[in-house]
C-alpha cells in the first residue's frame, strides 16, 4: 500500500517537471525511498534519514519522498536533517501528511518540491 501511495505522489509531481536528467538507470527501474518524520525531531530522527539518505544514494534511487508528520522538536536535529537533505544527490520530495510546524518546516523548506496533503499545515 505505502509503495502504491509513493508511486502515486511521484507520478503526480512527475507530470508537473522531470526529476531527471541523464541518467544511467531507467526511471522505471530505479527505486523511491520513502522516510517518515512523525512525532519529536530529535537526534534518532537525524539518524534515521541520514542512513535512508544512504540507502537511497547505495541502491541509485530516482527519489527519496520525505513524509512528514510534526509538530516540532530539537532545532539542531532539525538542521542537521536539513543539511543532509540539501547535500544529496538524489532528488527530494517532500510530503506533509498532516503538519509540519516548527522545526518540520525548517526540514519541509529544505527540500526543492513540497506537496501538502488537503487540511495538511506548515508553519
Request: glycine share 8%.
Given at each position: ?8 505522489i ?6 508537473v517537471?522531470?526529476?531527471?536528467a541523464?541518467?544511467?538507470v ?6 523511491v525511498?520513502v ?5 519529536e525531531?530529535?537526534?534518532?530522527q ?7 539518505l544512504?540507502?537511497?544514494k ?13 509538530f ?12 543532509r ?22 526540514i519541509a ?10 487540511g495538511?499545515?506548515?508553519?
Open positions: 500500500m505505502r509503495r502504491v501511495f509513493a508511486s502515486a511521484l507520478a503526480l509531481l512527475l507530470s517537471g522531470s526529476l531527471f541523464a541518467s544511467p531507467r526511471a522505471e527501474e530505479a527505486p525511498v522516510i517518515q518524520i512523525k512525532g525531531i530529535d537526534g534518532g537525524a539518524a534515521l534519514v541520514h542512513k535512508a544512504l540507502e537511497a547505495a541502491k541509485n534511487a530516482r527519489a527519496v519522498l520525505v513524509e512528514i508528520d510534526t516540532g522538536g530539537l532545532v539542531d536535529a532539525a538542521v542537521a536533517i536539513r543539511d537533505i540539501t547535500e544529496t544527490p538524489t532528488e527530494t520530495i517532500c510530503y506533509i501528511k498532516n503538519r509540519a510546524w516548527s522545526a518540520g518546516a525548517l523548506l529544505s527540500h526543492k518540491k513540497i506537496a501538502i496533503a488537503p495538511g499545515s506548515i508553519g
